[in-house]
């Protein structure tokens, strides 16, 4: 007896509804000194947009200290209600959900070297669903891009290393498109 196949089933969780938060995108506001904007769109394997993912940044500030300064997520006193980012702590985290074309965009600054001689970058983590894990990546801007080579987590990458690294479109703006499978797929990394 043929059975006909199980219909196939969308995994959760959504990230949309609870996650994201006001003014989230903001590790600086747009008008900061040296701010940078970094956008993209999250692309599946057949090139098409992911409506519903949810990147996440992690950054150290443009001299290089990584951050422990609450302020990401605040509550009005009286109501509850989250109001968002204070406005002036830099957290070095934004959680930014994509939109119905899977476009996202962060508003920071140019991070520096975690130590000396390390190559400056932002971590990524994407949470979309179908995956059961979220992925790991990092964006390195591309007047670091000659660092890359010297990097040990990166050697056995080095066809794939243009991946990981943002094109610039203005002096304030980049680009970067994480390609979650298929051609020119993004690099991930698998922690442990």
């Known amino acids: 007896m043929d059975l006909p196949p199980t219909p196939a089933q969308t995994i959760g969780p959504f990230f949309g509804y609870a996650l994201p938060f006001t003014r989230g995108a903001e590790i ?3 008008d900061a000194e040296g701010a940078i904007t970094v956008h993209g769109r999250v692309l599946d394997g057949a090139d098409q947009p992911i409506p519903d993912a949810l990147v996440e940044i992690w950054q150290t500030d443009a001299e290089g200290a990584r951050s422990t300064a609450v302020g990401t997520i605040r509550r009005d006193p009286v109501t509850d209600a989250v109001l968002g980012r204070d406005g002036t702590a830099f957290t070095g985290f934004a959680r930014i959900p994509t939109d119905a074309d899977g476009h996202w965009a962060v508003h920071t600054v140019p991070p520096g070297p975690h130590h000396p001689g390390a190559t400056p970058y932002l971590a990524v983590a994407v949470f979309a669903r179908g995956l059961l894990h979220h992925l790991y990546t990092r964006i390195y801007l591309p007047e670091h891009s000659s660092l890359l080579s010297a990097d040990p987590a990166l050697a ?15 002096d304030r703006r980049y680009r970067f498109d994480i390609r979650l499978q298929g051609p020119g797929e993004t690099v991930f990394f698998e922690f442990r």
């Open 156 to 170: 056995a990458l080095s066809d794939r290393l243009s991946t990981l690294v943002a094109t610039r479109e203005t």
């Open 28 to 30: 600086v506001s747009r």
